[in-house]
Structures are given as C-alpha cells and as structure tokens.
C-alpha cells in the first residue's frame, strides 16, 4: 500500500537539519521518494546523498507511513549516522553485530512499534530468518515505509567493494514489492550501474546521475624531486593543523613516512592491513574524532570514512587507476570547503607500475586492459591541459577547462610551459639502442641521462661510451628534462625497465619513434614547485597566529576568539556525547556564529546547520560563549 504521504519535505529540511535549500537533484530525488518511486541515485562523494532517504524517511514517517531500513555495509559508521540524526532530533537506530543482546531487543521493539524513524542495518542481519520474520509483520501493518541501499555498489562483481551479503538484497523487492527503494553510490562507471540495476531489480526505478565534478577539490600533481619533503613542505605551506590522507604503497612506506612526519611535528599515524585490529580501530577513532590528525595509509583505509573536513588527500605513490585515484581524493572536502588532491609522481612509478602489471600472473587479455587503465592515468599526470576535464572525460562527463573556478586544478592556475622533446626522444632511444649493440647490454637511467649529456664518470669510462656516436648529443637538455623524457617513453611503451637494475631497453615499438613518429609535447619541468601564496582562493591569509587551522571564514580578531571558544565547547558536548565534533556542528556552522554573533536565538536558528533541536539543545549556550 502506497500512503499519501502530505508532509512537505522543505520545513524538513530548514526544521531539521537547518539548511536553507536542496543541492542538486537532491529535491527531485526527494519528491521521487516521497510520492512512493524507485530511484538509483549516482552522486560523487560529499554530494549529500544521506538527505535523499532521509527528508524521505521523516516526511514518510510523520504521514504515517512507519520505518525507513538503510542497508549499509558500514558497520563502523553507523554509531556515528544515528548518531547525527538522533542530535537533530531523529528518531534513529542501528542493528549489527556489535550490540549486546538486550540492546538489539530494545531497538527491535522500537521498530515493531513503528515509533523508530531510521534503522541502519548491515545486509548479513537484514537477511537472517528473525528479521525477515519482523520485516514481514511491519510490512502487513503497513509499517514498513522504504528501503534504502547504500553503497549501492557492493552488490556489483565489477567493483573493489563487492559484498555476496548484498545479492541477497533482491529478496525484499520480492517480498515487499510496494515498498519504494532507493539505491545510492558513488561509483560511477557504466559497468557498475548496470549491474546494480539487474541485480536489484531496479529496471523501473528513476536514475538521478548528479555531475561527477567535485568542484571544491583542487587538483595537483607535482614532479617528484624528494617526494617526503615536497609533501612536508606541502602540510606545512597549505594545511597546518589540517586532517588529512597520504597514501603510500606499501606497508614499509606507510610506517616510515608516518614515523617520519611525526618527527617533523606532524600528528601521523600510520593504518594498513599488517596491522592489528586493535590498533587500526584506534588510529580510525582518532582519525574520525581528533582535529588535525594526518592519516598515512595503504589503500586498505578509506572505505566508508565520512569524515567531512578531510582537508587534503596526498599520494606518494601512483594510484592503480583513475577509479582508484578519483575514489581515493574523493575523500577530501566532502564538507564542500576547499581541499586538495595533491599527488607527486616520478620515473620510478612509471616503471613500477608498469613492472607489476607485466610481472602478474593474470591472463594476457587482463593485462591488456590493466595497461589501458595505467595508460589514462598516466596521461592525467602529465597532462598539460585541464586536469578536471580529463578526469570527467574519463568517466564519460563532458566539462570545460576550471580555470576560472575557485579551486582551479593546478595546469589552470599555472599553465605549464611545454617544449617539443621529439628529438631528444629519439636520441635518447638511439642511445639505447647503440647499447644493444654492443653484446646486448643494457643500462639503467642515470647511466644513459649521463651520456647523453656527456658526462665523464666511472662507468663512461670502464664501458668506454664515451666514444659512442650518442655520447653529449644532449647536452642542452637538463637532467630534469631527461628524466621527463625517459618517463614518457616508459609511459608510452617505447621503453620497457627490467630486472633489479631497472635497466631499459627497446620495445618493437620503439621503432616508429626512430623512424620519426612524433610530435612529443612534454611539460616543462619547473626548478622550484609554482604554489600561490595563501594556497586556495577561498582562505584567507590570516594564519592566526599559527594555533589552529584557519577558520573557514574570513574572521576578524573578535570573531577568531569565538571561533577558538565555539570550538573549545563543541569540543567538550562531543565527549560528553561520545560523538565526533563535527556531528555535534561543522567547523563551517561555527565560523558563521563566529562572524555574525547573534544576540538572540531567532538570529542563531538562521544559520545554516542550525536546526530546531539542536537550537533547543545548545542555542543558550552558544548565546552564551559567542556573546561571553
Ligand atoms: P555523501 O553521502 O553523498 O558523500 P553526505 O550525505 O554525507 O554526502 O553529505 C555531505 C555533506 O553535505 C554533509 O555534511 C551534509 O550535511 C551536507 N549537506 C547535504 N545536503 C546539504 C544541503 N542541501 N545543504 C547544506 N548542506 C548539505
Ligand atoms: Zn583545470
């Protein structure tokens, strides 16, 4: 049974949560759920796909509709969901394992009684015999009001995230046919989507594709030169006292470089899989609860963290392609406040990849696509043209150069000049090729750079190259520049690295260079990182006297005081609530009370992500230290 639900979703929205308007498709979508459709909803990360079910849910809910189950492979994250609804005053709960017996029963009298506005599930409890049995009888009473999935995903054999617990979820459809579902991911891709629908059996929903553009998020790549220091140097010029993400490779470099941060007063820790449970629990916790904790990471973390004021996400390694790469700086700013996706790239990730790719065991037809996907990425980093558009491209989005956007990608900001390296190429790959020549061998890198430049080293002299027709024939040509070189005929497949040396030779390919295939335009390398002063153009300069992070609003003395004391007290309602601050309210909502000190509790509940019960909770107080 469909019920005329008549609540209208905007008071929801203002009374609620405390915002003034819907982002995006978010009232279509909205008023999709609300009049009982299906929907499949395609939104990136920090999009705001929660309001999509849950101004669906309250609005349900007070028509008399009953519960609303948001299936969510998160478990670690569900406290913290309810724990953010039930602070604006929703109903909430969650069912997983791990809850204590008689707590599980309450919350289930909670939801049989229909009182229960939201219940998150995970898929494994959602398909066990008791719950399907209550499910049943809610849906007779007519108490059962929508279905929500998230990470919609986790049910597609395609993606990293596959769950077999969330084939199952096919059979509410089954048995609950009239009750509207809504599906939500982040996952773009077309394979995905239609996976999702066959296997949910979504083929009458309503698809909502939002833009994939993460228009807050600034993208950079530099060349890596020291990759530790350029990202140290990165922290300390652009986000000091911020929360943030480096990932690394492997296990070694996440310890390392986290061991290494923190002697250079960076608050890191490091979470990868060889860890134990224990500790990555911890380190999670205090990532998620902690201001300004720097989290240096193999990709094995990442999944699920809703944090909304990652301030930058940092590779030190090359991702493994531009799904893992736009997933992973997905996760900064889904706060919608400026962020950075900063990754620094060199010859020898070229070469890496590259290697593990030819060294797997996979199937040849595997590889094949495994090398078109590193192939993408590797001209995103080095491109010289707008770095957003070759993103949306790739994921079939058509957009125009973001230069002049506020968080413009760093080619946008600082247009590289490119020189035309067609005829180096060639002696660099002749070089080799003189080489092979003789016996068949092969030499690294550094050794070749140092003969084409002519340099007289050891090594010169004891394989005499000196005497080589190629020996100082580019001589004009900078190391720097030599290693762009090399890096893109690696990239290209012209040149191939082998073996524990990494010594380079020929491709068959390599040929059509010699024969003068070109033209190669290649960025030219800068000699000292081209950043701007005062970083993004959103921030302020005011550093504020170095404690803290810089407010995200520009504040004068006054209003910087009550930031630091807003902060000081959500700082404290957290503990109390056992809750992360930026539940409690965002660092953006204590900015603006900041820089408006209202006088009365009319004026606060104008603010955005004031709601009406959390002014009835915390408005006096807040008066209190804003006006204290
Ligand atoms: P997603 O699940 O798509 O990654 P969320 O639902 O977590 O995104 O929303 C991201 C952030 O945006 C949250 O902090 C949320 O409160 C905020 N948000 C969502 N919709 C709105 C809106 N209409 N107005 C203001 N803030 C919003
Ligand atoms: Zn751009």
Redesign the pocket.
């Known amino acids: 049974m469909t019920h005329p639900a008549s609540s209208s979703p905007d008071p929801i929205?203002h009374e609620v949560?405390g915002?003034s308007?819907?982002?995006g498709a978010?009232a279509d979508i909205i008023g999709h759920m609300i009049a009982g459709g299906d929907a499949l909803v395609l939104?990136p990360?920090?999009?705001?796909?929660?309001?999509c079910y849950q101004v669906p849910a309250i609005a349900r809910h007070r028509a008399g509709c009953g519960v609303t189950l948001v299936v969510s492979p998160l478990i670690a994250l569900m406290h913290d969901q309810v724990g953010a609804l039930e602070e604006a005053g929703v109903h909430a709960a969650f069912l997983n394992s791990s809850l204590l017996l008689p707590e599980s029963q309450q919350i289930e009298r909670e939801m049989m009684s229909g009182r229960l506005v939201l219940l998150y599930v995970a898929p494994e409890r959602l398909t066990t015999e008791r719950m399907l049995g209550q499910l049943d009888s809610l849906h007779e009473r007519g108490l059962l009001s929508l279905v929500a999935i998230d990470e919609a995903h986790c049910v597609s054999q395609w993606g990293h995230d596959f769950r077999a617990d969330y084939l199952a979820l096919n059979l509410l459809h089954e048995r609950y046919p009239d009750v509207p579902r809504i599906a939500l991911t982040?996952t773009a891709d077309e394979l995905t989507r239609a996976d999702i629908i066959e296997r949910l059996a979504l083929a009458e929903a309503r698809v909502f594709i939002s833009s994939f553009d993460r228009p807050n998020i600034r993208y950079a790549v530099v060349e890596k030169d020291d990759a530790r220091k350029q990202l140290l140097r990165f922290i300390q010029d652009e986000h000091k006292g911020d929360a943030g993400i480096v990932y690394c490779q492997s296990r070694k470099k996440v310890e390392e470089t986290a061991l290494w941060l923190s002697g250079e007063g960076v608050c890191a820790l490091p979470y990868h899989a060889g860890l134990d449970a224990g500790m990555r629990r911890r380190h999670q916790n205090r990532f998620l609860r902690e201001e300004g904790i720097v989290m240096v990471a193999t990709i094995a973390f990442g999944m699920g963290i809703?944090k909304?004021d990652v301030r930058f996400v940092a590779h030190l390694d090359l991702p493994k392609n531009i799904e893992s790469y736009y997933q992973e700086t997905g996760r900064a700013g889904?706060?919608?406040q400026p962020a950075d996706a900063w990754m620094a790239y060199g010859l020898a990730d070229v070469v890496n990849q590259r290697r593990m790719i030819d060294d797997s065991p996979a199937a040849e037809e595997f590889k094949r696509g495994q090398r078109g996907k590193l192939d993408a990425l590797l001209a995103l980093a080095e491109a010289h043209d707008c770095r957003r558009v070759r993103l949306l491209d790739y994921f079939g989005e058509a957009s125009t150069a973001c230069g002049a956007q506020q968080n413009a990608c760093d080619n946008c900001l600082h247009p590289p000049a490119t020189w035309d390296a067609t005829e180096a190429a060639r002696k660099a790959l002749s070089c080799v090729y003189r080489f092979q020549q003789n016996r068949g061998q092969r030499f690294g890198a550094v050794h070749l750079i140092d003969v084409l430049r002519g340099k007289t080293t050891d090594k010169v002299a004891q394989y005499g190259h000196a005497s080589l027709s190629t020996f100082g024939v580019g001589a004009d040509v900078s190391e720097a520049q030599w290693r762009a070189v090399l890096r893109q005929l690696i990239a290209l497949g012209y040149l191939r690295s082998e073996g524990e040396y990494n010594t380079l030779e020929l491709t068959p390919t390599a040929r059509q260079v010699l024969r003068g295939e070109g033209p190669m335009l290649l960025r030219q390398p800068s000699s000292s990182p081209k950043r701007t002063k005062g970083g993004h153009g959103g921030k302020t300069s005011s550093t504020s006297g170095g404690k803290g992070k810089p407010p995200p609003l520009p504040l004068d003395a006054q209003g910087l005081k009550r930031f630091e004391a807003l902060k000081a007290w959500r700082a404290e309602v957290a503990r109390e609530h056992n809750l992360p601050a930026y539940i409690v309210f965002?660092d953006a909502t204590l900015a603006e009370m900041a820089q408006l000190a209202p006088e009365s509790l009319a004026a606060l509940a104008q603010i955005?992500g004031v709601g009406s019960k959390k002014l009835e909770a915390y408005g006096r107080e807040i008066l209190r230290v804003v006006n204290g």
């Open positions: 929205l949560f915002y308007a819907y982002r978010q939104m990360t920090g999009g705001g796909k929660s309001l982040a809703d909304p889904r706060d919608g965002h955005s």
